[in-house]
């Protein structure tokens, strides 16, 4: 049954990609791996999913890494070898992710993805598994772009009206989703199941938790307790 649009706390929401509406960690790590190889360089705690999924992969590259701009932007073609064809698609929804974002849209919230990962894969991934019908916006970011995550959630939220933007919040598992979000003056949902960790959580802290997609649901659709 429809609520009436007053009930909902939110009725625009952003979500992260990597970690928040797919488990993508495997392609991802895969490909760098790859691309480690591919340029004879050793993977030893290289591949550490805290350290590798949530950043813009040239942020990792070179700020996480250290290695130098030409070296990282050659990583970064070969990761795209890799990712491009097969890693793109070792993801795949968390469980209850599409029945969401499918009952957001029967109660009339609208949601979008904003995500550090290269527009084009985005689109593809959310297109693949069978999200796209229910998100009305990706922003994403450009192939071996460094666009800060504020940025690329303000290309969302700069098309709504000032009311709109006052019911909106961002949903995602790492600190760079917490820090954009008060960047960008909206709360934060942080969830519990993707690959930030409660010393992340304690350090950049949400507005609110969600340990699962079920207390997303609750907070996001008001199917049970808030807390």
Request: aromatic share 10%; with cysteine.
């Amino acid at each position: 049954m429809r609520k009436r649009q007053e009930e909902f706390m939110f009725k625009h929401v952003l979500f992260d990609l990597d970690g928040t509406l797919t488990q993508s960690h495997v392609g991802i790590l895969r490909s760098v791996e790859y691309a480690l190889n591919r340029e004879g360089e050793s993977t030893v705690d290289r591949l550490r999913q805290e350290v590798v999924i949530g950043p813009p992969l040239m942020y990792t590259f070179t700020h996480t890494y250290g290695f130098s701009k030409d070296k990282a932007r050659r990583l970064y073609d070969y990761f795209q070898e890799r990712y491009g064809t097969v890693g793109l698609f070792e993801n795949e929804p968390y469980a209850g992710i599409v029945d969401l974002l499918h009952d957001l849209q029967e109660q009339g919230i609208r949601a979008y993805v904003a995500t550090s990962k290269p527009q084009i894969h985005a689109e593809a991934i959310c297109e693949h598994f069978g999200m796209r019908p229910y998100i009305t916006k990706i922003s994403g970011a450009v192939l071996g772009g460094l666009e800060d995550k504020a940025k690329i959630m303000a290309s969302v939220l700069d098309a709504l009206t000032e009311k709109e933007r006052k019911q909106a919040v961002m949903v995602g598992d790492r600190k760079f989703d917490v820090i954009g979000a008060k960047t960008c003056g909206v709360p934060c949902i942080a969830v519990g199941y993707g690959y930030g960790n409660e010393a992340e959580r304690a350090e950049f802290p949400p507005r609110y938790y969600a340990r699962d997609v079920k207390e997303l649901r609750n907070i996001l659709l008001g199917e049970g307790d808030k807390e």
